[in-house]
């Protein structure tokens, strides 16, 4: 079995947290690979770190450590700098989930000059760091997927007593301006502008007629939308870029562009659907789910390891 080494600097729950934990997965069901992980001496051990086990292993060095493979992502690249200047054959496996990457005054734009196997988690992050005309190493697409099983059920519409949910954590301004503007409509809204535990804000979009997602402005996937569908909550997501990989708009959600007017206006359209129009949106919403199963993400990149050894 040869080994791929993971780094994570878990400081709270993240998304990117839980998608380096899906890969992390997929390698211990390799036959060929098996994880290893290190985490920074400031890392958080409570519930909410995927990798938390009651007396397991907490490896904070990499003294020690020959790793066949290093997988990296974000700024991963700092904490393994050291290693690869060691060993500089090592293959390096790079997950690319935002945008920042193809931003020259990121720090994240530097490491594109780096050598590995890249893998982006949309079409729209691979087009945009392969324009910055510096990537070296191939470059491979896998749409994120989900488990389901990570999620609760969705309720029947009769059994929701939120009409309107404003998700609005990285955006809490524009939240509070949507809430205020709603306020004389009538509908029951519930604000999010602080972050949960994964659990409560998951309870609480399954108990949304209508979620409004406020992602960063510019976001590699964001993944939280495809969890609403998966809810069963009618997703309103402006475009993020990143959201274009599954937020088809007037097919399986309203995808307004990302202002204030555009926003509202969608909501208003929702609060307007009747329940034929509602249903279809529903039903594309599930398929798109199905057609971004975890497993099929796990297929893909196991298929795509034996890479590595012409690669490298």
């Known amino acids: 079995m040869r080994t791929i080494l993971f780094y994570r600097d878990f400081a709270r729950f993240t998304g990117g947290h839980l998608k380096v934990w899906h890969y992390f997965k997929h390698v211990q069901n390799s036959d060929r690979y098996t994880p290893e992980i290190v985490f920074s001496a400031d890392s958080i051990w409570d519930e909410s770190n995927l990798w ?3 007396g397991g292993i907490r490896r904070t ?3 020690g450590l020959k790793p066949d493979v290093v997988f990296v992502g974000g700024l991963d690249w700092q904490a393994v700098e ?3 200047e060691a060993e500089p054959d090592i293959p390096v496996i790079n997950l690319v989930q935002s945008l920042f990457h193809a931003k020259p005054d990121h720090l994240r734009f530097q490491y594109l000059k780096r050598r590995a196997l890249r893998i982006c988690v949309s079409e729209q992050v691979r087009d945009a760091i392969v324009a910055t005309g ?3 190493g191939p470059v491979y697409v896998i749409p994120n997927g989900m488990d389901r099983n990570e999620l609760p059920s969705a309720l029947q519409e009769a ?3 939120i009409d309107l949910l404003i998700a609005a954590v990285k955006h809490p301004g524009m939240g509070m301006r949507l809430s205020r503007a ?3 409509s009538g509908l029951r809204i519930q604000l999010l502008s602080e972050r949960l535990p994964r659990a409560d804000f998951y309870a609480a979009i399954r108990r949304a007629h209508t979620t409004v997602f406020l992602p960063q402005r510019e976001e590699g996937f964001y993944f939280p939308a495809l969890e609403g569908m998966a809810l069963g909550t009618l997703v309103i997501c402006p475009d993020c870029r990143g959201n274009r990989a599954y937020c088809v ?3 399986n959600c309203l995808r ?3 202002n204030y007017e555009a926003i509202l206006s969608a909501v208003h359209s929702a609060i307007r659907l009747d329940r034929v129009r509602l249903a279809a949106l529903h039903a594309a919403a599930a398929a798109t789910v199905i057609n971004h199963d975890l497993m099929e993400e796990r297929s893909a990149f196991l298929r795509l390891l034996p890479e590595l050894e012409s690669e490298y």
């Open 249 to 251: 708009p007037e097919v």
């Open 52 to 54: 938390h086990v009651p």
């Open 159 to 161: 059994d929701k007593d």
């Open 82 to 84: 050291p290693l690869l």
């Open 134 to 136: 510096i990537v070296n």
């Open 61 to 63: 060095s990499f003294e």
């Open 182 to 184: 709603l306020q004389q």
């Open 256 to 258: 307004p562009e990302y």
